[in-house]
């Protein structure tokens, strides 16, 4: 993984004054983590703001994974959750509240009727959450969910446990697409029709593996992904002038709260539109960087840029509310310069995210692969991969042999013994 570029000096000029704030602070890569971390953030806290991408209408919600070696500052990202605190804690105390108040009053009721618990709802999931408790949380919180994770195999681990549930229900809400799960075990059926999940994650290369295990699954093309391969240098903790990072982000949270308050109250949606021309200027942007991968790329990360063109928008919706917080009309229209500022940074993330498909080209597995490997338990015998192989995917067994030492060497699984194996990711 190289060093790419830091994002433009000239972008922290034109932010709304809450992210120049937050921003204004740090210094070097932690500048671009909190810019990039806080914009994820904010995008889970705008309820009934949203706009047409397309023909499909979209919310806030992004994907964000930041990617870089261990002791290289990626802590500061953790700062953004700050922003969200106050609205989790609103919604869970509350919710608890009402779950509390259900059981009293059941208590006292002399005929029992079996009336069915309030679901607990909250703002900040857990990633070490499983499937069926991930789509509970984001069926019964309405207004959608964040994960917000410094260590990206928490949800690496889940995906090894359930991957192809938890994996399918990612890509499917990224597009606030209806996700179903059913669980035959206890006859559990779990829906939501319309999902709003966005994610902030940071982790090392080798602790992404388990999460983006194949660029082909889709799930890889969902993230705004910013990643550098420098160490930061150890800090004079002791420095009497160091500036209190943390009281800027509560006196934003405090704005983020009200902001958040006011959009649940009104009645009516905001829509957010961009205007003809900035409509023009990204379909003219996005076609020149389309003829770029094509004639110099692989033409495999033509759905990451497609699926950018979504999160810029995405992004400039985020701006957009966040520079009109005193102004929330039912109808607001992205400015030429929160355009101009979305349009630079996802060109700009977009190179990352390059290096990150090349990058890691050796790491992914192939998808017959995945899905051979998920037709074993996650200790097994080659005898088992060999069974499965040969029945299912007729693949001929000396080919499995070879798959089998590939693995090894790419670390996604472990040789316990003579014909005895373990899945890593």
Known sequence: MENNEKLEESIYNDLPEMLKSLTEPFTDREKDIVLLSCIGVLSSCLPKVSGYYGR????????????????????????SRILIEKIHNKIKNESLERIEKFKQAQKNKKNKEFLDIPPLEVKILPANTSSTGMLLLMDSSKHGVLILESEADTMGNMLKNDWSSYSDILRKTFQHEPVSLTRKSDSLFVETNEPKLSIVMSGTPEQVKPLIKTKENGLFSRFLIYSFNEVSEFKNVFQQDSINFKSSFEEASNLVFDLYNRLIAREEKVEFRFTEAQQNELTSEFQNIYEIIVEHHDNG??????????????????????????????????????????????????KHGLSVFYSFDESFLPKQDEDLLACVKDTFLRKDIIHVGTEKFEIPTRTIDDKLKQWIKQKVVKKLSHGKYYKTF
């Open 56 to 79: 499909d209408e979209v919310y806030a919600n992004i994907y964000f994974l930041l990617l870089a070696p261990a002791a290289s500052g990626k802590g500061a990202m953790m700062y």
């Open 301 to 350: 990360f033509i759905s990451n840029l497609k699926r950018h063109g979504l999160i810029l928008f995405r992004m400039a919706m985020v701006f957009t509310v966040i520079r009109n917080t005193n102004n929330l009309n039912s109808l607001l229209v992205c400015s030429d310069t929160d355009f101009k500022l979305c349009l630079n940074i996802t060109k700009n993330l977009l």
